[in-house]
């Protein structure tokens, strides 16, 4: 069912020094390549109308000095000395701080949440006792209290994941096309039009288009590339400081960030939305934490990255400082200070810089709608996993032909680093906003720090955020409009898709089935109980579900063995295989009724196979055999008298149940651990199913009659029983529910799939219950 071996594996507690600095290399074409190729369209976006460059350098010496302010604040000081340490159990990301949030204030999105996922593993590793008293407590008490606060949280969050999504579709734009604008300086005069187009669409055809092998096919490839680009673009900067203005580095100062706002006033300030595209990517750094650790990902910017980059800005400010009269239909370029003799491979480098810079912002959104989409805020689309040893590298098809179609139209549509520049930069801001206001109520309700703490974090990264972002926005109908706009379309859909998600469960849950009608039914539960196990896909995790009711009522005949199924996200990265499942059983036992919920963390793998079935057969067989020996092993739920045991895979528990199937000729051949013994079926079926058990301790004959009924009904074939719901808003709803549900929400449900373990069901096997939800 998942990729259990290997996702552990990336979390190294004890890293040697060979380790981290081969991490932090690789991290260097993951993570780096959009943050390294903005020395491409800074200045060029920064003094494209706004403001001019002038014989006295106050223009460009200011600007070098906010870009090199602005990289120490935000991605320096921010990120790699305090937001990398806000990871949710090794990952990072929007959705990591809200996780976090969700788990520490109990303002979680997911509906199905229990008492016993916080007993996980990876649940409390990254907490602190929390105090008894004080504003920490009274703000998460204000939070769990009232649902207006949780909503305004949960908006923020998902307003941070469609912009990173939004600039999923502007940086591969604005990367590659920039990288492309080098051939105006290449070619003869005029003819570069032509050209740059045509070449940036079908490099970036070509980028999406590779998606699908996945990163790890050439992703060897992107670290050599990204450091060569590095070392090319810093040793430029080195030869124009020394060439041209050796007192360049007097810049740095702040004195002339004030001189520069002096003379330019409004134009200054408009032109910091240019000024804020240096620190694109910085939030991939965050985002893409659970691939590397914060050792490698640190050394790797404060070792290479940054130094790198000021020395390039630094050595394209020394060339403009000595060069005024610069062709007025280019403008300011960053090939413009490429030596005339190496400017062809210069390019042919930026634009495999490019490429990469874009695959990790792809990467990272395929990434994040797959959070999303765990936590019940983005419909299910198809996950194809493209390694089976690399965790997190994944490929949404319609996501990607979604982003190549909105890259394509950005690109054809603007056609100028301009606009782009504009747009990316604001939805490269608000995330960064996003980011600081979530950071700040981790500091007080995980860290359990003061909330002076927090106001000064809040108010002083937040001012400096504020001041790009009101730069950005002030140039709304100059191309920011773009990322506003994708935002919005995805905001809408995901908060429809949640909003109807979560009236769905409780529909459900108030139109759940007692325990007391089960009873009433006595044990053949008032009908024909035929061979097999019958599977019914549900989301609640306490209760009979309604559709079980509606079922028995028109067919009134069901398997001897009933297992109400319930795959569920909970609030963490990853659950341990050995914590996978927890089973309980509803009714007496003679029933044969079981309940089984399989939880899975938001970044968790899910491997479509017959290994599912197997994990839960063998799951509900070590229940079984357990539940005399350690009453005290199960989790109580007090609310319909279910006690649930934690039961791992069958992968990872060695020392429970295991189960063969093979043909019933071959079964004497099969041989297992002397320790172990065989309960065999003494009907040959089509397949034979044999249970391997511990020899000690000695069951006794209920519980193996138990086995044996199970191991019958498990050769009798599985046959899955899922929802087929039509959900409606109920009378009397408001005109906006009723457009929200009847329209939208019903729109989705019935484009996007199904839960992804049913997808290799057989549908000789499969029975769908219709049924009309009223909510």
């Not at 940036?200 to 699908?212: D, K, M, P, S, T």
């Not at 030869?239 to 360049?248: L, R």
């Not at 035929?530 to 599977?535: F, N, S």
């Not at 449900?749 to 769908?768: D, K, M, V």
Request: proline share 4%.
């Amino acid at each position: 069912m998942d990729l259990e071996t290997g996702i552990y594996g990336n979390r190294i507690e004890k890293e040697s020094w060979k380790t981290v600095l081969t991490l932090a290399y690789q991290s260097l074409g993951v993570v780096y390549g959009d943050l390294s190729t903005s020395p491409l369209y800074v200045y060029k976006s920064t003094f494209a109308e706004d403001i001019h460059h002038s014989e006295t350098n106050e223009e460009i010496y200011g600007v070098l000095s906010f870009v090199f302010w602005t990289l120490t604040l935000v991605p320096l000081l921010k990120y790699v000395f305090i937001v990398l340490r806000a990871n949710d159990n090794g990952e990072g990301g929007t959705f990591a701080l809200y996780s976090l949030l969700c788990r520490h204030a109990r303002v979680g999105s997911l509906p199905n949440c229990q008492v016993a996922d916080e007993d996980l593993s990876e649940y409390k590793k990254d907490g602190i006792a929390p105090r008894g008293r004080g504003i920490g407590s009274s703000l998460k008490s204000t939070l769990e209290k009232h649902r207006v606060l949780q909503k305004v949280l949960l908006v923020l969050a998902l307003i941070g994941t469609c912009m990173v999504i939004g600039d999923g579709v502007l940086t591969p734009a604005i990367s590659v096309f920039s990288a492309v604008s080098g051939l105006e300086l290449s070619m003869s005069k005029g003819h570069h039009k032509y050209v740059e187009l045509p070449v940036a669409c079908i490099i970036l055809v070509f980028l999406f288009a590779l998606q699908h092998y996945g990163t790890h096919r050439v992703g060897f490839l992107f670290a050599p590339i990204v450091v060569t680009w590095l070392f090319c673009i810093s040793a430029i900067g080195v030869y124009n400081i020394f060439h041209w203005n050796p007192h360049v580095y007097q810049a740095l100062s702040p004195y002339y960030m004030y001189k520069f706002l002096k003379k330019t006033q409004r134009g200054g300030w408009m032109s910091l939305g240019g000024i804020l595209l240096c620190i694109t990517g910085s939030e991939a750094m965050f985002a893409d934490l659970g691939h590397f650790s914060q050792l490698s990902i640190k050394i790797a910017f404060t070792s290479v990255v940054y130094p790198s980059l000021i020395l390039a800005y630094m050595g394209q400010a020394a060339y403009l400082s000595m060069h005024h009269n610069i062709e007025s239909d280019y403008r300011i370029g960053f090939y413009v200070s490429v030596p005339e003799r190496i400017r062809w491979p210069v390019l042919a480098i930026a634009i495999l810089a490019a490429v990469v810079g874009s695959q990790a912002i792809i990467t990272g959104t395929f990434s994040i709608i797959k959070q999303c989409s765990a936590l019940g805020c983005f419909p299910r689309v198809k996950i194809v996993h493209t390694s089976s040893k690399i965790h997190g590298q994944i490929y949404i098809p319609e996501i990607n032909w979604i982003l190549m179609l909105l890259c394509l139209a950005v690109t054809i549509g603007f056609r100028d680093t301009k606009r782009m520049g504009n747009a990316s930069g604001l939805a490269v801001i608000t995330v960064m906003l996003v980011t600081t206001c979530l950071m700040s109520l981790v500091i007080v309700l995980v860290w359990n720090r003061s909330i002076l703490l927090a106001v000064c974090f809040i108010f002083f990264f937040g001012t400096v955020e504020a001041l790009y972002f009101s730069a950005s926005l002030i140039k709304f109908l100059e191309g920011a409009w773009v990322p506003i706009a994708l935002a919005f379309i995805f905001l809408v859909v995901m908060y429809v898709w949640h909003y109807g998600t979560l009236k769905k469960y409780e529909f459900d849950v108030q139109n759940k089935v007692s325990i007391n009608w089960i009873l009433g039914l006595g044990p053949g539960l008032g009908i024909v109980r035929v061979r097999g196990i019958g599977l019914v896909h549900t989301e609640l995790v306490a209760g009979i579900p309604a559709i079980f009711s509606h079922f028995v009522t028109n067919l009134p005949a069901f398997h001897e063995v009933l297992v109400f199924l319930c795959v569920k996200s909970v609030p963490v990265p990853h659950v341990r295989p050995e914590e996978r499942f927890l089973v309980g059983r509803i009714g007496p036992r003679e029933y044969r009724l079981y309940r089984c919920i399989a939880r899975y963390g938001y970044r968790d793998v899910h491997k479509d196979d017959v290994e599912f079935e197997k994990d839960l057969v063998c799951s509900i067989a070590e229940f079984i055999r357990s539940e005399k020996l350690d009453h005290n092993e199960g989790v109580n739920l007090e609310k319909d008298d279910e006690k649930m045991t934690v039961v791992g895979t069958s992968s990872v528990n060695f020392e429970g149940i295991q189960m063969c199937e093979d043909d019933g000729d071959n079964a004497d051949d099969i041989t297992g651990p002397s320790e172990l013994r065989e309960i065999q079926s003494p009907v040959v079926q089509r397949k034979r199913v044999r249970f391997l058990l511990p020899e000690s301790p000695k069951m006794d004959d209920s519980t193996q009659e138990e086995l044996q009924d199970l191991m019958d009904a498990r050769e009798a074939g599985m046959a899955f029983i899922l929802g087929h719901s039509y959900v409606r808003a109920k009378r009397g709803s408001s005109l906006i529910k009723k457009l929200v549900i009847n329209f939208g929400y019903d729109f989705l449900r019935r484009n996007c799939r199904g839960p992804s373990y049913t997808h290799n069901i057989p549908h000789a096997s499969t029975l769908e219950v219709g049924m009309i939800y009223h909510v």
